[in-house]
T-cell receptor
Framework: KAGVTQTPRYLIKTRGQQVTLSCSPI?????VSWYQQTPGQGLQFLFE???????NKGNFPGRFSGRQFSNSRSEMNVSTLELGDSALYLC?????????????FGNGTRLTVT | SQQGEEDPQALSIQEGENATMNCSYK?????LQWYRQNSGRGLVHLIL?????REKHSGRLRVTLDTSKKSSSLLITASRAADTASYFC?????????????FGQGTRLTINP
């Protein structure tokens, strides 16, 4: 079974631009979560989608948005990029709607904002 | 704010020794999970322990949970160079009415050959 796939692997953008990151979950997994990882803040929860609906949202500004498609693939978008948005963005999928099932992570997208 | 706090932040030991990492949390939980992350990669799930369990084993890994002290520990026995990674605990709890998995800051483990 293929793992969680995130594209692109690396991305360099300038301030003010917008970016879209993509995540393909493990086949059969209906929940997709997104996390931002930085050296200073660690792993911060962005949002979770389940069956195309946003179930949970972290404490991020409205510039961060996401969506999930009928095939469970997910995208997240960041508009008006700021230097502080430079981070590793991790996507994770799981089969069930309960956190008693573990998260399966992709290798992330490394975003650098200059 | 982070729910889990790992201790120590960094740990360096010799190959073959045992490594112990601790995690403390603040609110009641449904379960606690441990993950490993190799540099620049995604996290890999290691073990999940439910709130009504006290100890769990998986290969060279042993996890304990003390809900009265709101703490957990991860023991890696007979460490190997390949165990070099960051280790995170994550707690499953209800925050502001929503169920969330919240990660600690992690322990960076280095195994010296």
């Amino acid at each position: 079974k293929a793992g969680v796939t995130q594209t692109p692997r690396y991305l360099i953008k300038t301030r003010g631009q917008q970016v879209t990151l993509s995540c393909s979950p493990i086949s059969g997994h209906r929940s997709v979560s997104w996390y931002q990882q930085t050296p200073g803040q660690g792993l911060q929860f962005l949002f979770e989608y389940f069956s195309e609906t946003q179930r949970n949202k972290g404490n991020f500004p409205g510039r961060f948005s996401g969506r999930q498609f009928s095939n469970s693939r997910s995208e997240m978008n960041v508009s008006t990029l700021e230097l502080g948005d430079s981070a590793l963005y991790l996507c994770a999928s799981r089969m069930a709607s309960s956190y008693n099932s573990p998260l399966h992570f992709g290798n992330g997208t490394r975003l650098t904002v200059t | 704010s982070q729910q889990g706090e790992e201790d120590p932040q960094a740990l360096s030991i010799q190959e073959g020794e045992n490594a112990t990492m601790n995690c403390s949390y603040k609110t009641s939980i449904n379960n606690l999970q441990w993950y490993r992350q190799n540099s620049g990669r995604g996290l890999v799930h290691l073990i999940l322990i439910r709130s009504n369990e006290r100890e769990k084993h998986s290969g060279r890994l042993r996890v304990t949970l003390d809900t009265s002290k709101k703490s957990s520990s991860l023991l890696i026995t007979a460490s190997r160079a390949a165990d070099t990674a960051s280790y995170f605990c994550a707690t499953d709890n209800i925050i502001q009415g929503a169920q969330k998995l919240v990660f600690g800051q992690g322990t960076r483990l280095t195994i010296n050959p």
